[in-house]
């Protein structure tokens, strides 16, 4: 059974559709920005911040109110749902079709409500979240929430290619989606994680990771497209188990999740235009997924990151990443690596701070995450079938 995307949007501070953020990228635009007193923490960050002004502005425009008011939303909720609501308004999809499923991948959800007096714990949950879209939509499944850490984005995309396949759903609205928050930002300064600079991936100034806040859809359809366009050809998931917060030494579960990706989908080396890596700009996880590659036989394949652009935008990550290197391969381009200066990892990577071309069309997606857990997902685009 083919898998194939229909529809797409990202919402992020460089832009409010993939073609914008696209075109901020191959700019070299980065949403990033140092914040001193950032809610009053005491420590500088450097992350990237959507405006409130201008998320309403278009959240007014794309939703109807009668049916949920502005006011109602929280900005998690506002930035799913205005990304699910962009994504589906260029496809044929009837949402209320008891063939489409909706998933919802986060790490966090409305996580900053547990600082209310009284906090709503119900609402606090992904799952709150998702199914408000989904009665929004008129949709009658209960969705899916993707909640896997870093690597949610990637999850939800090779759970829907796995639901598609199975015949159950005809289509799937894939929505990932954080916003920061004093707890996120603190959590990860407790784990020494945070650069209060621009992150650099893969260098050897690397001082630790950016992080940001987007929402961002893809719509799989299942079945045949006699115009070509963008196909799932696998995705896999493998955990190492190696450590709480710490990526394994020998790259073991993305070695493994990458290897069960080439095989799958029956592509080697000389097939692809890029690997689209995680690239936090941390010490260990930029050493393991150098490592996990030079293990798969493809340090020759160029590489790119996206983190120097938007940060680690946590749930969101996967399929703002996605949509971007579809974007990049079907024009023929590998996105610069925006930070990277001169390689800082034990193993040979294919890495560039400017953009450079392809004329192959398939591409492999990898990320990483907390507890060991790791993902690829393969996809290649037909100009014509």
């Keep these: 059974m083919i898998v194939r995307k229909i529809g797409e949007n990202i919402i992020s501070p460089l832009g409010f559709s993939v073609a914008e953020n696209f075109a901020a990228v191959m700019d070299g635009r ?188 893809v719509v799989y359809a299942a079945g045949e497209e006699p115009n070509g366009g963008w196909r799932m050809l696998a995705g896999a998931m493998a955990n190492d188990a190696n450590h709480i917060s710490g990526p394994s030494r020998t790259g073991e579960g993305s070695y493994r999740a990458l290897m069960s990706v080439l095989q799958s989908a029956a592509l080697t080396a000389e097939d692809l235009a890029c690997l689209n890596v995680h690239g936090t700009s941390t010490l260990y996880n930029d050493e393991m997924e150098a490592v996990a590659i030079h293990r798969a036989g493809l340090s020759g394949v160029p590489v790119n990151a996206l983190k120097g652009y938007y940060g680690h935008t946590l749930g969101a990550a996967g399929i703002l990443e996605t949509l971007l290197t579809m974007h990049a391969v079907e024009q023929g381009v590998v996105p610069a690596t925006r930070g990277y200066e001169e390689i800082g990892v034990t193993m040979p990577l294919s890495l560039s701070s400017s953009s450079g071309k392809t004329s192959k069309t398939a591409f492999v997606k990898l990320l990483s995450g907390f507890g060991g857990c790791n993902a690829a997902a393969a996809f290649t685009f037909d100009s014509c079938r």
């Excluded at 278009?58 to 990304?83: G, H």
């Design 30 to 217: 980065s949403a990033l920005q140092r914040y001193d007193h950032l809610w009053d923490l005491p420590f500088p960050c450097f992350v990237s911040l959507l405006a409130d002004d201008i998320l309403d502005e278009v959240f007014a425009q794309a939703v109807d109110q009668s049916r949920l008011p502005m006011k109602s939303c929280t900005r998690f909720e506002k930035i799913a749902l205005l990304s699910a609501a962009k994504a589906l308004q260029s496809t044929p999809l009837d949402p209320s079709s008891p063939r489409v499923l909706f998933m919802l991948s986060s790490t966090k959800g409305n996580v900053s409500l547990l600082a209310d007096a009284a906090p709503d714990i119900k609402r606090v949950t992904p799952a709150h979240t998702a199914q408000l879209i989904a009665r929004y939509f008129g949709n009658p499944n209960m969705p899916l929430v993707v909640s896997n850490a870093c690597i949610s984005g990637l999850c939800a995309q090779i759970e829907a290619y796995r639901c598609l396949q199975s015949g159950q759903y005809d289509a799937a609205v894939v929505i990932g989606a954080d916003v920061l928050s004093p707890f996120i930002v603190s959590g990860f300064q407790s784990l020494k994680a945070l650069s209060d600079e621009q992150c650099h991936p893969f260098s050897s100034v690397r001082q630790g990771l950016n992080l940001g806040e987007a929402a961002a859809t």
